[in-house]
C-alpha cells in the first residue's frame, strides 16, 4: 500500500468481502504497506480506508495485486454513522448458510436446539422440527457421518451451547457425501483450538410443571492440550406422564350399527439417562483419531385404564366393558464408533450398535364385571448394527470439488414375542399366538459427487447407487423381504443474478425403511376395543421432491415446492366387521403426493422488536385403492402459519430477553382421517448474569393447550369414529446453567436407533 509519492502506507484498513458483499476478514498494513489473507479460492472484493486517504474499492483479479496507491483527502469530514442490516442468508452452492450468532444475538436462546428453531423455515412442536417445503430432515453436527436417530440428535444439541454455533447450512437435497437422503441441515460448531492445557465444563438443571413434573439434570466436561482432548456427557431425567382419548365410534358388526363410547386414560413414570465419553488425538502430520462410546438407558412404567359402553340396536341390552394394562418397558442402547480423518481429506472408520429392550406387558379385560381375558405378554428384541465406510474429496484445478465414497452395513434383529393367558387353570403359554421372528438386513453404496461454479451460475450434483437385501424369518419360514437396487440422484442449482436475487432448484430422491417393529406380525391390546397390529408385508417408500426458490435481498425467501411418495407409510385403523374391534396398523398407500408455496418474511422495528412471519400454503392428496372394502382416493389444501417476536428489553446489566411465538395449522387428512386443526402461543424469557457466565431461564409453552389435534375423525359409509385426544404437553418450566472454565462444548458423534424402538 503507497501514497503518491510511493511511500508505504502503515495501519490502512484492509476489509475482504466475497463479490457479492458478504464480510469474510479484516486487518491493516503493516509499517511496510504490506498485507496477506490466508482465503480460499474465489471472487473477492477489497475495501481499503484510512482517515487521510480516499476508500478505495477493488475486485481481486489475481493472488499478487502489487502496489496499490491510495489518494489523499483534500477535505475532513465530521463523525459519521453508517449503519445497515447484514444479510441474513446467502447461498453457497446448493445450500443455504445463516450466520446463526448474528440471527440468534438478540433471542432467548441458550443452546443449539433453541438455536436451530430460530432458523427461517424452520416450524418447532414440542421437540420436534419440521423444514418448510420438506417432507424428511437430517441435523448432523460439522458436516459428519451419523448414525444417530433424529430423536437423539435434538437431544444431543439441547447439551451443546448456542455460543459454539459458527454458522448453519441448510440444504433441500443433501449432497451424497453426508449419508442422507432428503433435506439436511448441517450445524457448524467453533473449531477454535487451545493450545494450552484447558479443563472446562458446565452444568444445568431443569424443572417443568406438565400436568405432573418432569426434572432434568446434565454436566458435561472436556480435558485437552494441543494434541489430545477428552469429553465426557451425563445426562438424567425423570417425570411422570399423563395421557387420554375420549373415543365415539358407530360400528357396522354383521350389518347392524353398534354405538361405542370409550375413555382411556395413562399414567406413568419414566426415567432416562445416557451418558458419552469422546477421545481425539491429533498427530503431527494433522491426521486426527477419534473413538467414542455412548450408553443410553430407558426404564418406564405405565397403567392404562380404559372403560367402555357398547350400545346395541333393537332390544339387546348395553354391555359395559373395563379393561387395565400395565407395562414395564426398558431399554439399552451401546454405541462404539472409530474414525480416522488424514490430512488428504480420506476418512475411514467403523461403527457398532447393539440395542436391547425387554417389555412386559399384564393386560385384564372385563366386560358387565365378568372377567373374559387375563393376559401375560413379554417381548424380547436384540439388534446389532455394524457399519463401514470410507470418503475421499479433492479438488481439480481449483474449480471443480469432487468427492467419491463407499459404505456398507450389516444388521440383525432378534424378536421374541410371548403369550400366557389365564384359563382358569393358572397362565398357560400359547404357543399358536406367540412368535420368534429375526430379520437380516444387508446394504451398502457408492456415491460419486461433482461441485463448480461458473460465475453467476453454481451446481452440485451427485449420484449414490444402493444395494439393500433383506431377509425376514418367522417361527422358522423364510421371507424375502426387499432384494434391491436403486440410484438416488440429486442436484441443486443456482444462479445468482446479483447479491439481491438468487434463484434456486433443488431436485432428490429419497428411500425411507419401515421400523423394526411395525413389521413384526405382534397384536398387542390398548383396551377391550382397540389393538395394535403389525405388518410383515411393509415396503419401502419412495419419495421424490423438488423446490424451487427465489431469494431477495439475501432476507426474503419465496417458495414452490412438490413431493410424491409411492408406498407412502403410515398408520390407519381399520374397525373389523366381524369382530366388535378397531385395529390400528401401519399401511402402504399407492401414494401421497403435495404441491404447496411458501413465503418466509423477516422484520425489526428498531432495535427493540425482531419478527419472521412464515406462510405456507399445501394441497395434499392420498390414495389406497386396496384398504379392505374402504378404499380412498382423497384431497385437501391447508395452511401452515408461524410468526415468531423477540423482544429486547435490555442489552446489558440487566441483560433480560423475551420470546413470544406462535403457529396455526389448518385441518388434514391422514388416510381416512380427518385430523382437526391446531394453534400453539408460547413465551419465553431469559436473564443472563455474572458475565455471560449464568443464564436463567423460564418458559411457558402452549400456554392453550391447543398444539395437539384434539379430534381425530372418519366418516364413511359404514364406519363413524370420534377421538378426542388429551393435550399434555403445555409447561411451565424454569432452568438454570452455569459456565466454568471458559467452556465450549465439543460436538459429538451419533447413534442411529430409528427404526428399533415402538
Keep these: 500500500m503507497v501514497d503518491r509519492h510511493q511511500e508505504p502506507l502503515d495501519a490502512v484498513a484492509v476489509i475482504l468481502h466475497t463479490s457479492d458483499s458478504l464480510f469474510v476478514d479484516a486487518l491493516v498494513t503493516d509499517p511496510d504497506g504490506v498485507f496477506a489473507f490466508s482465503v480460499p479460492a474465489g471472487n473477492y472484493r477489497l475495501f481499503l480506508q484510512h482517515l487521510l486517504y480516499e476508500n478505495r474499492e477493488m475486485e481481486i483479479l489475481e493472488k499478487e495485486l502489487g502496489d496499490i496507491q491510495l489518494t489523499e483527502k483534500d477535505y475532513v469530514l465530521g463523525e459519521v454513522t453508517v449503519t445497515a442490516e447484514r444479510a441474513q442468508v446467502k447461498v453457497e452452492g446448493g445450500a443455504l448458510v445463516y450466520d446463526t450468532p448474528r440471527l440468534i444475538r438478540n433471542k432467548p436462546v441458550n443452546n443449539a436446539f433453541d438455536a436451530l428453531k430460530e432458523l427461517p423455515g424452520i416450524l418447532s412442536k414440542g421437540d420436534d422440527i419440521q423444514l418448510m417445503g420438506a417432507r424428511s430432515l437430517h441435523v448432523i453436527i460439522n458436516g459428519q457421518l451419523t448414525s444417530m436417530s433424529f430423536e437423539q440428535v435434538m437431544d444431543l444439541l439441547k447439551t451443546i451451547p448456542a455460543s459454539r454455533i459458527q454458522k448453519t447450512e441448510v440444504m433441500y437435497n443433501a449432497p451424497a457425501k453426508y449419508n442422507v437422503k432428503g433435506a439436511l441441515i448441517n450445524i457448524v460448531l467453533d473449531q477454535t483450538t487451545e493450545t494450552g492445557e484447558t479443563f472446562q465444563g458446565e452444568v444445568s438443571t431443569e424443572y417443568r410443571q406438565y400436568h405432573n413434573p418432569m426434572g432434568n439434570v446434565r454436566a458435561n466436561l472436556l480435558y485437552a492440550n494441543s494434541r489430545l482432548s477428552l469429553d465426557l456427557l451425563v445426562n438424567g431425567s425423570k417425570k411422570k406422564t399423563f395421557e387420554g382419548e375420549n373415543t365415539y365410534a358407530r360400528h357396522t358388526f354383521r350389518d347392524e350399527i353398534v354405538e361405542i363410547d370409550m375413555t382411556d386414560r395413562s399414567k406413568g413414570r419414566d426415567t432416562k439417562g445416557n451418558m458419552r465419553a469422546g477421545l481425539e488425538y491429533t498427530f503431527t502430520n494433522e491426521d486426527k483419531l477419534s473413538a467414542a462410546y455412548y450408553l443410553d438407558g430407558v426404564k418406564q412404567r405405565k397403567t392404562r385404564t380404559s372403560e367402555g359402553t357398547y350400545y346395541f340396536p333393537g332390544e339387546a341390552s348395553d354391555l359395559f366393558t373395563d379393561s387395565e394394562t400395565h407395562k414395564k418397558v426398558g431399554s439399552t442402547l451401546q454405541n462404539a464408533k472409530i474414525q480416522y480423518d488424514t490430512h488428504r481429506n480420506l476418512s475411514i472408520g467403523g461403527d457398532f450398535t447393539s440395542y436391547k429392550s425387554p417389555d412386559d406387558m399384564s393386560f385384564l379385560n372385563r366386560e358387565d364385571g365378568s372377567l373374559v381375558t387375563d393376559l401375560l405378554n413379554d417381548t424380547k428384541q436384540h439388534i446389532n448394527k455394524w457399519l463401514f465406510f470410507a470418503n475421499h474429496s479433492f479438488s481439480v484445478a481449483d474449480t471443480w470439488e469432487m468427492s467419491y465414497g463407499v459404505n456398507g452395513g450389516f444388521t ?276 443472563t448474569f455474572a458475565n455471560d457466565k449464568a443464564t436463567l431461564t423460564f418458559q411457558a409453552n402452549n400456554i392453550f393447550r391447543s398444539s395437539y389435534p384434539h379430534t381425530l375423525t372418519m366418516n364413511e359409509s359404514r364406519h363413524y369414529s370420534r377421538m378426542k385426544m388429551v393435550d399434555n404437553t403445555r409447561y411451565f418450566g424454569v432452568s438454570f446453567a452455569w459456565k466454568f472454565g471458559g467452556y465450549k462444548q465439543k460436538n459429538y458423534d451419533q447413534v442411529d436407533q430409528s427404526r428399533f424402538s415402538r
Excluded at 382423497?634 to 403457529?663: A, C, E, M, Q, W
Design 412 to 687: 440383525t434383529s432378534r424378536t421374541r414375542v410371548n403369550y400366557f393367558y389365564n384359563r382358569e387353570n393358572g397362565y398357560e403359554f400359547d404357543e399358536e399366538e406367540s412368535s420368534s421372528n429375526k430379520q437380516k438386513e444387508y446394504g451398502g453404496n457408492v456415491f460419486g459427487q461433482v461441485s463448480r461454479s461458473f460465475g453467476p451460475f453454481s451446481a452440485d450434483i451427485s449420484l449414490k447407487l444402493e444395494y439393500f437385501r433383506s431377509d425376514y424369518v418367522s417361527n422358522g419360514k423364510e421371507t424375502l423381504l426387499l432384494n434391491d437396487w436403486a440410484l438416488f440422484p440429486t442436484a441443486s442449482l443456482s444462479y445468482m443474478f446479483s447479491s439481491k436475487h438468487v434463484l434456486q432448484l433443488n431436485v432428490s430422491s429419497d428411500k425411507n425403511y419401515p421400523s423394526y417393529w411395525a413389521i413384526n406380525p405382534q397384536t398387542s391390546p390398548i383396551s377391550s376395543y382397540t389393538v395394535i397390529t403389525g405388518n410383515p408385508e411393509l415396503k419401502p417408500s419412495r419419495e421424490y421432491e423438488t423446490q424451487l426458490m427465489y431469494i431477495l435481498k439475501q432476507k426474503y425467501i419465496f417458495m414452490a415446492f412438490w413431493e410424491y411418495t409411492p408406498n407412502y407409510i403410515a398408520q390407519l385403523v381399520y374397525p373389523d366387521k366381524e369382530e366388535l374391534k378397531s385395529s390400528y396398523r401401519f399401511e402402504n398407500f399407492d401414494y401421497q403426493s403435495t404441491f404447496g408455496i411458501g413465503v418466509i418474511l423477516p422484520f425489526r422495528i428498531g432495535k427493540i422488536l425482531d419478527s419472521r412471519l412464515s406462510v405456507q400454503g399445501v394441497r395434499q392428496q392420498e390414495k389406497k385403492e386396496d384398504f379392505y372394502d374402504m378404499p380412498f382416493n382423497r384431497h385437501t389444501f391447508f395452511n401452515v402459519s408461524s410468526l415468531t417476536n423477540t423482544i429486547n428489553i435490555s442489552d446489558s446489566k440487566p441483560n433480560l430477553k423475551l420470546t413470544v411465538s406462535g403457529y396455526y395449522i389448518s385441518p388434514l387428512i391422514q388416510g381416512l382421517n380427518r385430523i382437526s386443526g391446531m394453534y400453539d402461543v408460547s413465551a419465553g424469557f431469559k436473564w
